[in-house]
Each structure stands twice: as structure tokens, then as C-alpha cells.
């Protein structure tokens, strides 16, 4: 188990402006956003398969949702609740789970969801963030999985197209029935709501993914959180100085040039995740989000014990990011001075180039890498190349890949852990992964 933590920062060019993020775990990163409106090309398109989203059908009286199962502050006040506190619906909330009995000898059961944010008694952080950010327009909701605090302005669903918008309107209905297909604005509290179906939506298809069954091991004697043991955090705050106040308050330090944080809780073993809008339209900001939780969620899988091999989590996080929009990139990079590179406008015909040119290192080269830090600003393509390949080649055999990843010997290197993960997940040494990679991407990459 990790317990020193350490600081790294790093800077990257947006546009022709600066724009630094920070990542946060037991171990701390820096996130780095750049968006260029010149390279966009053709996003991705994964069937993760699974069940389809679960349409929540809520009974009403008028207004008033009877059977809600979240907790909102604002539905609260708006009376479309009738619970006026969080706590006026613990019993839903929170939860028993019984354990399979390998968990600890005589314990069957434990209790989860107890409300906590940040490591202490959630409405004490809660407190702070009103009082201190002097936001009107913060808005926390909760529902069996996540915690969510937004004090987003309204915003122009128009303005920016993106090709999710009917689909998150018609989930957003399932709250507010007013808002529909025809919809052009949302306002704070609606886009609070909104920031919670994207969670929603990046961990059922990474559950999807991963064939997660909370039933057999190790999860059956794991966190109910697919292995973590409380519930996820996410604060999206709408300017920068609220970012750094709560920053400083529940972490002790601030970069002033960090934007967003991913955060690992060591001692409830949770997945944080923070970051500021200012400066970024909705669409980036929804690129940012689901990069940070795509990363948060395959290095909290199965508990944050030690850190996945770069290219995997990088390459993981890049792909769901890439599947939004292809022309907003988050980086990740560590502590020291800020790299120097030629960031490509479009990813597959850089890559191609590569290939070609004989210019791409073997993964051989970084499989060892466990820091995000050591993945070189130029590998982050490679990185998204390589695990868009393995999951477009067989999406059961990257599930075991992470699940053996997850299964990391005594004194084994992060070496030869990539090199069993891929024997057991398909059948491939790291020598066989470049040869075919490589050949796909010829194959089926433009050149320009």
C-alpha cells in the first residue's frame, strides 16, 4: 500500500492560451486540458454492450416525486422532493451488504454509503462550500452511487452541438418533465442533475466493459463500489477561486495554475474528482469530466492499491474522452519542468506516421512505467491507440487484462505484470501486441 504522497504539476497550451489541471490520488498527477477546433476527426464508436440504461419511471403527485431514490438540495427547495435533508433518507441511501464469509472471519455484513464526503461528516463540507464559495447556485444531489455538488450557471444546450444532447434531455425529463427534446436551455439546477447522467453513463459502460458481476470474487467481499467502500465524489464548480478554496480547505495545498483534481481517499478507500469550468464551454467541460472519472474508475477498480501501468489507464481515459469529441485532449504529466512537443491536430494519421516510419517505440520500452509522469506527452496517442485496439479486438479478453492487472504479485515489476496480464487476456506476448497493433493501425488509419 502507497501512503506518502507527493505533488506534481505541469503545463500545456490550449488554444494559443495556458491551460493546467491537476490529478490527485494517493499519489498526486497533473492534468493538463488542450483543445484544437482544427483537428477534429471522426470519433470512435464502442458498443460496450450490457444492459441498457434502466428508464426511471417516477410515481407523482402534481409536482412531487413520491418514490424518488436520490436526494437533491435544490428538489428539495423546489418541493419536487418531500425529503428536506439528506439524512431523511439514510434508509435508502445507505445500505448493509453481506460479505462473502472470506471477508474477515465472523463478519457476514457491513455498512456503506454512511454520509461522508472528503474523509469527515458530509454536511460539514457542505457548510463550508456554501458559506465560503457565497455561491447561490450550488446544488448537491446523492443517489446510491454518487455524490455530486455543481454550482454550473445556465447554459445553452444549442450553441455547441454534441451528439448526446437528446439523449441526456430525455433522462434529464425522468426529473423534470418540462424538459424535453425542445429544450434549449438548462439552468444551475438542471445542469447539476445533468453533470450526474454523464457519471452515470461512463460507469455503467466501464461496468459494461469490465463484465462486472459484484457477486464473485473478489468483489463479493470487496466495497460495494466495485471494491471501493464509499460512494464517488464529484464537484464541478463554476469558477476557479471556488475550486482553490475548496482545494485548500480539504487538501491543504493549491497549484494556482491547477484546474482539476482526481483525489484516492486512503482511509475510505473512495474515488474524488474536482474541477472548475471557467473558461471552458459545456462541451469541454464534458470532455474533462469524462477523461478525469474514466481515470478514476479504472485505477479505483477493484480498490486502489498501487498504480496501473500508464499506458493502459492513459490509453483507457483518452479513448472515453475521444468518444465525446475528438478535438478537446486531457494530458496527464508529473512534477518538473513543462515537456516540449509537437502536439498532432488528428491522432490516427500521427500515429500512422509513426508506424510507418518506424518511429514508434514497443511498448516493451514503457510497460514498466506506473507513473503518468513517465509517459512521454508524445506516447499519449500510442497509449489511446493501443488500448482502442485491444478493445475493438476483443472486449472480454481486455476485462481479463485489468482484472489480472488488478492481481499484482509480491515483489512482480509493473514489467512483468503487463506481460502475464496479456498472456492471460489474450493469449499475446508484448513482441505478438506491437506486430498486430501496429499491423491494424496500417490497415485502418488514414493517412492524412
Known sequence: MIRKMSWHLGRSHRGRGLKVELWVGVLLFALISTASSQGREAEDVYDFGGKPRVKRSY???????????????????????????????????????????????????????????????????????????????????????????????????????????????????????????????????????????????????????????????????????????????????????SYFLFLQRFLGKASKDSDGITWHNLKDKSMVVALHAEGLSDTDLNNALTHRFAYALITGYSQYRYDLPAWLALGYAHLMERRERSDFDTLIFGEGKTPKWNWPSKWKPHVRRKITSRKVPSLSSYAQKDRVNDLVPNNHPLAWSLVSFLVQHDQKAFSRLVTTLKTKKDRESTRDLVIRALKVGYKMSILQLDARWQDWVKETYPKN
Open 59 to 241: 410515481k407523482r403527485d402534481g409536482k412531487l416525486i413520491v418514490d424518488n431514490d436520490f436526494y437533491c438540495s435544490a428538489c428539495a427547495k423546489e418541493k419536487r422532493i418531500a425529503h428536506k435533508h439528506r439524512d431523511d433518507m439514510a434508509h435508502i441511501l445507505e445500505f448493509d451488504k453481506s460479505f462473502n464469509p472470506k471477508r474477515s472471519d465472523g463478519t457476514t455484513k457491513g455498512h456503506f454509503g454512511t454520509f461522508r464526503m472528503m474523509e469527515q461528516e458530509g454536511e460539514s463540507m457542505l457548510s463550508f462550500l456554501r458559506t465560503q464559495t457565497k455561491s447561490k447556485k450550488g446544488v448537491f444531489i446523492e443517489d446510491r452511487n454518487f455524490r455530486v455538488y455543481s454550482d454550473l450557471p445556465s447554459v445553452h444546450t444549442k450553441k455547441k452541438p454534441y451528439r448526446r444532447r437528446l439523449e441526456e434531455l430525455e433522462e434529464l425529463n425522468e426529473v423534470f418533465p418540462k424538459v424535453t427534446d425542445k429544450t434549449i436551455v438548462l439552468n444551475s439546477h438542471q445542469r447539476a442533475h445533468q453533470c450526474l447522467v454523464r457519471v452515470r453513463r461512463i460507469r455503467r459502460e466501464f461496468q459494461a466493459l469490465m463484465r462486472y458481476n459484484p457477486k464473485k470474487q473478489p468483489f463479493s467481499y470487496l466495497g460495494p463500489w466495485m471494491g471501493l467502500d464509499q460512494k464517488y465524489e464529484i464537484y464541478v464548480f463554476a469558477k476557479k477561486k
